[in-house]
């Protein structure tokens, strides 16, 4: 199956700063999300991107397929960014098969 | 929309004892899913249903784990008999063609 790997692992930085959050890939997919976990455990999208780059406000995707790689950007972090950030891809690359997700990047903003 | 809706939140039982999870997919969304959250193993796909029908179960861990979707607004995910390492949040997910939406879980805990 596909393997998703998220980096870094880890991030801690203060109110303010910009991130760049990484997904790597193994195989070409037909669907890639990104969502947030906030601390309370629901699972928000954030975005919908197996190609291209879209944008929502302060946080934007770029998902290059040929390469097999996904980024997303914060900029201006607020501490209610705070959380795990996670990247999932479809299974098989057919379609709404299923979701498989990385490890995801814990995420904390410091005021 | 009322997203995807779950129930119960919170589950405690005693091992041994048969657990019911139950799942509202948004209205509409033929896709649904059942994904599970551990610390050791992170979000793993259980099952998908298609239209109602079971697509692909090999997630599920063993027999004691049984879903079914007799219509297409409902779904439930059994356990039976229920035993300590199923301690997980479980997360119901539907989707209309590829993108899929969450809900909050239910936070099984079995003691």
């Known amino acids: 199956g596909i393997q998703v790997e998220q980096s870094p692992p880890d991030l801690i930085l203060q109110e303010g700063a910009n991130s760049t959050l990484r997904c790597n890939f193994s195989d070409s997919v037909n669907n890639l999300q990104w969502f947030h976990q906030n601390p309370w455990g629901q699972l928000i999208n954030l975005f919908y991107?197996?190609?291209g780059t879209k944008q929502n406000g302060r946080l934007s995707a770029t998902t290059v397929a040929t390469e097999r790689y996904s980024l997303l950007y914060i900029s201006s972090s607020q501490t209610t960014d705070s959380g795990v950030y996670f990247c999932a891809v479809d299974r098989s690359g057919g379609g709404a098969d299923g979701l498989t997700f990385g490890k995801g990047t814990h995420l904390i903003i410091q005021p | 929309d009322a997203g995807v809706i779950q129930s119960p939140r919170h589950e405690v039982t005693e091992m041994g004892q048969e657990v019911t999870l139950r799942c509202k997919p948004i209205s509409g969304h033929n896709s649904l899913f059942w994904y599970r959250q551990t610390m050791m193993r992170g979000l793993e796909l259980l099952i998908y249903f298609n239209n109602n029908v079971p697509i692909d179960d090999s997630g599920m861990p063993e027999d004691r784990f049984s879903a079914k979707m007799p219509n297409a607004s409902f779904s439930t995910l059994k356990i039976q008999p229920s035993e300590p390492r199923d301690s997980a949040v479980y997360f119901c997910a539907s989707s209309a063609r590829i993108e899929a939406f969450f809900g909050q879980g239910t936070r099984l805990t079995v003691v």
């Open positions: 991107i197996p190609s």
